[in-house]
């Protein structure tokens, strides 16, 4: 299967915890995002990374959240000091390269419960 | 600025029945415009796409979309619902020829009825 793939699918963690999660794309796509989608909510835009340079972030993504992307392939979202509001779907997506083609490709997304 | 408003979270159609899912979207430049459609406990599928070719776009599943400048739509229809059409659909927007991040509407549920 060359899709995105999303570790883990599921991670639930108590109130505090650091927790990491990890992306990997579609092999040769230089663009990664992260969304959060929350129950009954479209996905919500989180950050993008051209190779590895991290190059929008949303001001959903407040200073306890931390992206990267360093070889340009994988990426990790790492949340600090988690909230019972950081509950959601992590969502990743990747598109190709070529000008004017912003086709996202998702992964399954990692689903976090924070107790 | 962009956005996308998806009118009626729930929609319920008999199966074989026309579908049609609403989509308005709000933006300063010219769109590309996406459908997305989303199963339990999985990540997004992408239906179709609108990027400035032909108005009239056809998509995987017999689903397609017609853009339409002047009412700022992009609804997404199917002549004849099947039972596995029950899903949440998306619509999304980005700003045209470039690498921007989807905006998405809230998503819509359908519902096929036997």
């Known amino acids: 299967d060359t899709g995105v793939s999303q570790n883990p699918r599921h991670k639930i963690t108590k109130r505090g915890q650091n927790v990491t999660f990890r992306c990997d794309p579609i092999?040769?796509?230089?663009?990664l995002y992260w969304y959060r989608q929350t129950l009954g909510q479209g996905p919500e835009f989180l950050t993008y990374?051209?190779?590895?340079?991290?190059?929008?972030k949303s001001r959903l993504l407040s200073d306890r959240f931390s992206a990267e992307r360093p070889k340009g392939s994988f990426s990790t979202l790492e949340i600090q000091r988690t909230e019972q509001g950081d509950s959601a779907m992590y969502l990743c997506a990747s598109s190709p390269g070529n000008a004017g083609n912003n086709e996202q490709f998702f992964g399954p997304g990692t689903r976090l419960t924070v107790l | 600025a962009q956005s996308v408003t998806q009118l009626g979270s729930h929609v319920s159609v008999s199966e074989g029945a026309l579908v049609l899912l609403r989509c308005n979207y709000s933006s300063s430049v010219p769109p590309y415009l996406f459908w997305y459609v989303q199963y339990p406990n999985q990540g997004l599928q992408l239906l179709l796409k609108y990027t400035s070719a032909a108005t009239l776009v056809k998509g995987i599943n017999g689903f397609e979309a017609e853009f339409k400048k002047s009412e700022t739509s992009f609804h997404l229809t199917k002549p004849s619902a099947h039972m596995s059409d029950a899903a949440e659909y998306f619509c999304a927007v980005s700003p045209s020829g470039s690498a921007r991040q989807l905006t998405f509407g809230s998503g819509t549920q359908l519902t096929v009825l036997p």
């Open positions: 092999s040769e796509h230089n663009r």
């Open positions: 990374f051209q190779n590895e340079a991290q190059l929008e």
